[in-house]
T-cell receptor
Framework: AQKVTQAQTEISVVEKEDVTLDCVYE???????LFWYKQPPSGELVFLIR??????QNEISGRYSWNFQKSTSSFNFTITASQVVDSAVYFC?????????????FGKGTKLSVIP | DTAVSQTPKYLVTQMGNDKSIKCEQN?????MYWYKQDSKKFLKIMFS???????INETVPNRFSPKSPDKAHLNLHINSLELGDSAVYFC??????????FGPGTRLTVL
């Protein structure tokens, strides 16, 4: 069975602070994919990043960066110099062939509040 | 322009009624999905549909039935609605084995 754990339920930071959202996953498959999605207060789910299990390179996109470490089964997400528009619920998710048609298993989400 | 669309955005109905939510994608994807997001924001897969093969999540009551008239559409029909069905339902699509793109969600309220 697959599992994604986001231990941080809610985080509050002051604008311009850096913040890291943690994600730990479990899977028996050797080929799998990890994702982060953002759900702003408006409710839609916005895709942020996809990483496959064979690519452990960290990725940076503007103020966003992701740290994938297979040794600790973690895929953490850092926002640098946070802004009010970053306030949202962030979901980490996992899929693999073992999941059946590559359906996503989501973590419970981390609600990030950025205070001006 | 819209990639994955859902109608309606809001649905308020009485217990016991039957309702449908429509989903359409114009991305040419092979696979479509339905997810349920409960009041605690937890997202859980309900169904996935790939090239006419339906994969049913066993925890979903059989009052829920997906219907796919063609590759671009996957509708969700719900019979005998119950209070516990109140949630946000998301449709998604993906090229096989790839990133899923979500619709805007349908907020269902059962009174």
């Amino acid at each position: 069975a697959q599992k994604v754990t986001q231990a941080q339920t809610e985080i509050s930071v002051v604008e311009k602070e850096d913040v890291t959202l943690d994600c730990v996953y479990e899977t028996r498959d050797t080929t799998y994919y990890l994702f982060w999605y953002k759900q702003p207060p408006s409710g839609e789910l916005v895709f942020l990043i996809r990483r496959n299990s064979f690519d452990e390179q960290n990725e940076i996109s503007g103020r966003y960066s992701w740290n994938f470490q297979k040794s600790t089964s973690s895929f953490n997400f850092t926002i640098t110099a946070s802004q009010v528009v970053d306030s949202a619920v962030y979901f980490c998710a996992l899929t693999s062939s073992g999941a059946g048609s590559y359906q996503l298993t989501f973590g419970k989400g981390t609600k990030l509040s950025v205070i001006p | 322009d819209t990639a994955v669309s859902q109608t309606p955005k809001y649905l308020v109905t009485q217990m016991g009624n039957d309702k449908s939510i429509k989903c359409e994608q114009n991305l040419g994807h092979d696979t479509m999905y339905w997810y349920k997001q409960d009041s605690k924001k937890f997202l859980k897969i309900m169904f996935s549909y790939n090239n006419k093969e339906l994969i049913i999540n066993e925890t979903v009551p059989n009052r829920f039935s997906p219907k796919s008239p063609d590759k671009a559409h996957l509708n969700l029909h719900i019979n005998s609605l119950e209070l516990g069905d109140s949630a946000v339902y998301f449709c998604a699509s993906s090229p096989e084995f790839n990133t899923q793109y979500f619709g805007p969600g349908t907020r269902l309220t059962v009174l």
